[in-house]
């Protein structure tokens, strides 16, 4: 009774302090001493009474709890980028094709979590340290590797860390022929995955060991051509149709390789670009024959159908509902494709269901998160739905993933030229300009908007004009459709209603003029007959 009656009067002595205006430092100090001897002498829990868990005097404020970081998964695998040791820098199809088919093969495993090509893409040539790589990737493990050829020997060096303590789990050194590149890809992927899964059950086995050839050349084609597309230049692109037909020719019986060319085809049709020698009805016609032989000849091959439903949209591009069922066959037979799911959310926004397509689209992202072309469309969704920061978020996601995605920076020129920032539309439209290979008028279009935002009329208006004038065919006509938009920022309804009539008219325009850029022409019955001339069926 004792304590607490000198608790007590220490107490009282502090609340007369207070009243008379005493220092806070002398009432600091009376607390002090009654923490002492609430310490010495009080029960345990009767401590907080006289002070703080902060060490501050009562009453407490409530604790404020820190959640522990989340734990690393120990599944969790990042296959960074190979690098080319080969003298000849155009190896580099061979590393990265090298990488992305360990990245496949191990996507297979069920019980892995394996970063997609478009998440480490950007850590391509890095030189940070494992520690740093894998907590930005969020893994626990990461692989490393080189690749060097000479003449028609390969060695390829492959190493598996623990991110977070640089600890080797496992290191090979391959000296092989490049017709063994099937057995070196296959023995990384198999040996990484027992060292972070265990054991492989038979089907995970095969899964590793499965091919999309048997034929080293037609492999070798096969790799260049999707090194060759990933670039999606006209040139790269084009290449690329010219290497997967090689692959075709060497092994007719691999239809990965026959739908792929005709994928491409499909892409450059897309794309608007003229193609040496071939009208764009010749070489749409060659697409369709491809795609078919690919669908016949192996009906259970996702990218048969979805080079089949591309092709066929190219063929009717009003017509989307008949390309949908070969685009939702695709990802039935591959639920584990983003690019299927993709290209159906792509389809399904030229029919108006933009719930469907950012279902779609947020279906690939699970799949492959950080996918800057999948990023994008659905900040197009955001756009659609008037929903200008939402579509903003989705770009600057996109184009950290890929900072050298063209189409991202065209996109938020116009999202920050709409929010006001003329500053930052214009990086965006410069850089836009910078590495638009192949997309020229599109990048040109989006800076035209920047300059329009930073009230440059007498610029912008200068450069429309050029842009109008240089009409190039089915590029500028697919190009004009954000040449419009840009126009449309100037107040000139009437020259975006011509350039408009001068478009392409099919379903992708439509899902264009969908977005508020346009909101202005709605009562225009000019504009309504443009709008059916392209309408989807």
């Keep these: 009774m004792s304590t607490i009656r000198v608790s007590n009067h220490a107490l009282l002595r502090v609340r007369r302090a207070a009243r008379a205006g005493a220092s806070t430092g002398a009432a600091r100090s009376v607390f002090r001493m009654m923490a002492v001897w609430a310490v010495v002498c009080l029960p345990a829990g009767r401590v907080a009474l006289a002070q703080c868990p902060d060490g501050t005097p009562p009453p407490c404020a409530r604790p404020v709890r820190i959640a522990a970081a989340p734990a690393t998964a120990p599944n969790t695998i990042a296959v960074l980028y190979f690098d080319n040791l080969s003298r000849d820098t155009s190896d580099a199809y061979l590393a990265d094709g090298l990488t992305e088919e360990v990245i496949t093969r191990l996507g297979q495993i069920g019980r892995l979590s394996v970063k997609p090509r478009s998440a480490v893409r950007r850590f391509k040539g890095t030189t940070d340290d494992p520690a740093t790589v894998g907590r930005a990737l969020g893994v626990a493990n990461l692989v490393t590797g080189s690749v060097r050829r000479a003449g028609n020997r390969l060695r390829v060096t492959v190493e598996l860390v623990r991110a977070a303590g640089t600890v080797r789990l496992w290191g090979e050194a391959y000296d092989r022929t490049d017709g063994d590149v099937f057995a070196i890809q296959e023995d990384i992927a198999r040996q990484v995955a027992t060292a972070v899964a265990g054991q492989l059950a038979p089907a995970e086995r095969a899964s590793i060991a499965s091919r999309l050839t048997r034929d080293p050349v037609a492999y070798d084609h096969l790799l260049r051509g999707n090194f060759y597309l990933a670039q999606r230049t006209p040139n790269g692109v084009r290449r690329s149709i010219e290497e997967y037909r090689a692959a075709a020719q060497a092994d007719p019986r691999s239809t990965a390789a ?135 978020s989705l770009l600057d996601s996109a184009l950290a993933a890929d900072p050298g995605y063209t189409f991202g920076y065209v996109e938020r020129t ?25 997309i020229q008028a599109w990048a040109e279009a989006a800076l035209a908007r920047a300059q329009v935002a930073a009230g440059d009329t007498v610029g912008a208006r200068a450069r429309l004009a050029r842009l109008v004038a240089a009409d190039t065919g089915r590029t500028a006509a697919r190009a004009f459709i954000v040449v419009a938009a840009a126009i449309l920022a100037l107040g000139d309804t009437a020259t975006a209603l011509t350039v408009l009539e001068r478009a392409a008219h099919n379903a992708e325009s439509v899902v264009w003029m969908r977005r508020p850029e346009y909101d202005v022409l709605r009562a225009s019955p000019r504009f309504q007959r443009i709008l059916a001339e392209s309408q989807a069926r």
């Design 258 to 392: 026959i739908a792929r060319e005709a994928n491409a085809i499909g892409v450059y049709l897309s794309w608007g670009w003229e193609y040496p020698g071939l009208s764009p009805d010749s070489l749409l016609a060659l697409g369709l024959a491809v795609a078919q032989r690919a669908v016949r000849q192996d009906s259970s091959s996702a990218d048969a159908w979805q080079a089949w439903g591309a092709l066929s949209l190219q063929a009717h591009p009003r017509d989307v509902t008949s390309a949908l069922p070969a685009f939702r066959r695709a990802v039935t037979l591959d639920p584990r494709s983003a690019e299927a799911f993709h290209i159906l959310g792509w389809a399904l926004g030229m029919t108006g269901d933009d719930s469907a397509a950012a279902t779609a689209y947020r279906r690939a992202l699970a799949i492959e998160p950080g996918r800057a072309a999948t990023l994008e469309h659905l900040a197009r969704v955001a756009t659609r739905q008037r929903h200008p920061r939402e579509a903003e």
């Design 414 to 438: 116009f999202a920050r030229a709409g929010l006001g920032d003329t500053a930052g539309a214009r990086r965006d439209a410069e850089t836009a300009v910078g590495t638009s290979s192949g």
